[in-house]
């Protein structure tokens, strides 16, 4: 049927082949990059900030789409942080990598056209360092650098859709969205720049603890 003649760019199928993300919030994501950005992960889990939202185009309106998120890591090295250089080093290799996980986008599957109407927010995900961790957060070594990736992944109706797992889907990676995971801030600039931009952080800039 139309899986043979409906493959596009790079031998994807026709749903998924034009679909584009653009990164929201880019200039706030390029101050973080240039100062090195770091994302706190707690036991019990931590929002990241900034959230990762995207603008999607170029998917079928009437097709159905599951959106979701992993995070892999960027070497094979163990970082730490040089106070007085205010620099990351290199302190060794890197831990066993912590169980991939994948969050899905709580709305998925939805229509094409509903992604396509607003921003897509991942703002119910959290980052956690808990290896026991039965919440579904994704899982992440402290002091180690990761790169966020999204997928957009078309709902293929066929029964042996599995066969066209491969050509089903596609990547987005944002360089700008690199993070340094830590159960503290390491960086002074990273902190201030997170309790200037973020609204959430209202009870640091008043000096008074957040209600």
């Known amino acids: 049927g139309w899986a043979g003649d409906g493959l596009g760019a790079g031998g994807k199928n026709r749903h998924v082949c034009h679909a584009a993300a653009?990164?929201?919030?880019?200039?706030?994501?390029?101050?973080?990059?240039?100062?090195?950005?770091?994302?706190?992960?707690?036991?019990?889990?931590?929002?990241?900030?900034?959230?990762?939202?995207?603008?999607?185009?170029?998917?079928d309106p009437s097709a159905d789409y599951v959106l979701l998120?992993?995070?892999?890591?960027?070497?094979?090295?163990r970082y730490r942080y040089a106070f007085h250089s205010s620099s990351w080093l290199a302190a060794g290799r890197a831990e066993p990598a912590a169980p991939g996980r994948i969050h899905f986008h709580p709305d998925s599957p939805a229509k094409g056209a509903q992604w396509m109407r607003q921003i897509v927010s991942f703002d119910k995900l959290k980052l956690t360092n808990n290896l026991l961790d039965d919440n579904g957060h994704i899982i992440l070594n402290s002091m180690h650098r990761y790169q966020p990736r999204f997928h957009v992944v078309f709902v293929d109706p066929r029964r042996d859709s599995e066969r066209f797992a491969h050509q089903n889907f596609k990547s987005f990676s944002f360089p700008e969205t690199q993070f340094m995971a830590v159960t503290a801030y390491?960086?002074?600039?990273?902190?201030?720049?997170k309790i200037a931009s973020n609204p959430f952080a209202k009870g640091f800039r008043d000096g008074e603890p957040e209600p």
């Open 186 to 193: 390491q960086n002074h600039r990273i902190t201030q720049l």
């Open 22 to 59: 653009r990164l929201e919030m880019g200039s706030l994501w390029e101050e973080f990059n240039r100062l090195g950005t770091e994302m706190i992960v707690t036991k019990a889990g931590r929002r990241m900030f900034p959230t990762f939202q995207v603008k999607l185009s170029g998917l």
């Open 69 to 77: 998120m992993d995070f892999i890591p960027l070497d094979d090295k």
